[in-house]
């Protein structure tokens, strides 16, 4: 028997208001727990789709929505725009790296986007099987896809023009798939990627061949005289261009310059982000702020029940230290009820919020956010476990002082 | 041996209590009667280290008492004395073991069950063990607060009312199970009581 095993039964013993402490601090813990994982997924996912992406090229519009079409795939694109147009402006000492990115297909909805090579390598996506395209109409398509779709090596397929299901089918034109690219937890998994000529070919020109004619082996994708030349070509138009700068005074001058001398759109992903992250910021700190009164309620639900416990426990207390406890140890007994409480209930929400998170991600069958929750505590959860453990501390202090104080010769004579 | 020498205690200087000097050697009882508000508890929480005399000296075996601070004062209570009071209270959340293992650790004992086990047999308590405080019924109470002072040995049993609430029955019990355990520990014992039924079974008792 010893002090920490008595605080152990003096818990245990008290079970009503021991769950009610508990629970008070699991739901404030957990709920700023799940927000935090979440906007730190949120946050990562963002970053790392980023790539070093210094200014998107679009047709005019919302710059958050070229953002959100060019680099996250989860908007619409704002329009078309010419290449020729964007290439002059981006053939400048200033711009290190251009990609272009031509889509508005889908397939299941996933989209199909016609780029360069380069756009793998920007996203350091490796192959898991096949090969990268090496003509029009051959496709790669990313490890979600793969899953979904059951496509596989070889396999055919028609796109369908927008991003909806109900979108008119290009039944003129067959996709080859010929790689499938390994899982990278980034926006890439979920795209069907072609060559830029593909979804001009698509768009632009009439061959002879159903979707249903799946026996059809020897179709020839597209007129490859044709589209030989497609990048010189006046009427060749894409959807955006992602550009990487070479020095930091492009930051300020080529933003500028698209913006104010031509009939495109430049938009920055960094400031955009920095927008969209602080207008979800402001919900998520107020969501935070009354979980944080929970944490506070939680406190004084533990402050109440020690307070209360210790009122009807001041014989016992006397009688203890009459048996030869010191203050130390009574004062150490109140803390360990307290503190025990307060540990076990953030513990609870750090472990809910995990559960919420696998069992939610699990459910809607979202691999990539299951693959990259956090089972370990994040920096932030490090701050909250300390503040619920403080919020613990205060809330047993007043009632260890007045433990530590106790009339012993007083409280045994009034018994 | 026990002994007090001209003690006088009193609360913010309103009422005064002069104490008799008392002299009591090991395995020695003594019965200290008076009506209430005469002192008898204020004069056994003095014996017990709780309350400081404003004159006087006591010591028990080699210990004077206006030597220890309060943080040795605490120490030595909880090695050397034991206290059963007119109502007995308990660690509510712990079983009576528990109780009696919780004042062994407290004085700083050795946590033996064995001899725990043994004690609450020589008490009746044998099958009580497990039972929490709440659930005995008063005279087994009692005798669970005399094991729970004697359980760790003491040179001092100081016993406030330990009958007062008692039948009968149970009356003599608790007398009879202290005497023994005093002379098995050769504890000296001192029982306040204004209890008329156990003032023969003394041979010793002044009057406050």
Known sequence: MNISRLAWRNIIYNPLNTILSILLMTFGVGVISLLLLLNNQIDKQLQDNLRGIDMVIGAKGSPLQLILSSIYHIDNPTGNISYKEVEKLTKNTMVDQTIPLSYGDSYNGFRIVGTTQEYIDLYDADLSKGVLWDKSMQVVIGSTVADITNLSIGDMFCGTHGFGDDGHVHDHHHYEVVGILKQSNTTIDKLIITDTKSVWDVHNTHDHHTCEDHDHHDHHHADENHNEDIYNSEKFMITSMLVRFKSPVAFIQMPRKVNETTNLQAAMPVLEINRLTSLLGFGVQTVNLIALIIIIVSGLSIFFSLYNSLKNRRYELALIRVHGATKLQLIKLVFLEGLTISTLGTIFGLMTSRLILFSTSFMVNQQQMLNSIEYILITDELWLFSISLFIGLIASLIPAIITSKINIPKVLSNA | ?208
């Open chain 2, 1 to 208: 041996m026990l002994k007090t020498e001209s003690i006088n205690f009193t609360y913010d200087g309103l009422s005064k209590f002069n104490f008799p000097d008392i002299q009591l050697n090991n395995a020695d009882s003594l019965l200290v009667l008076g009506d209430s508000g005469v002192g008898k508890t204020t004069f056994i929480q003095i014996l017990a280290g709780l309350l400081k005399p404003k004159s006087g000296q006591i010591h028990l075996d080699s210990v004077n008492y206006n030597e220890l601070s309060l943080k040795e004062m605490d120490q030595f209570r909880g090695r050397r004395i034991g206290m059963i009071f007119q109502n007995p209270h308990f660690v509510r959340n712990l079983n009576i073991f528990d109780n009696l293992l919780l004042s062994l650790y407290l004085s700083k004992n050795i946590q033996d069950e064995k001899r725990v086990t043994q004690l609450l047999n020589e008490l009746g308590l044998g099958n009580k063990l497990d039972s929490m405080p709440d659930d005995l019924s008063q005279g087994e109470q009692q005798r669970a607060s005399i094991a729970l002072s004697v359980i760790k040995q003491p040179d001092l049993i100081l016993a406030d009312e330990p009958t007062s609430s008692l039948d009968d029955v149970n009356c003599q019990r608790i007398i009879k199970l202290l005497k023994e355990q005093a002379e098995k520990n050769k504890s000296k014992l001192i029982i306040i009581t204004h209890d008329n039924r156990i003032k023969t079974q003394f041979n010793k008792s002044i009057t406050l």
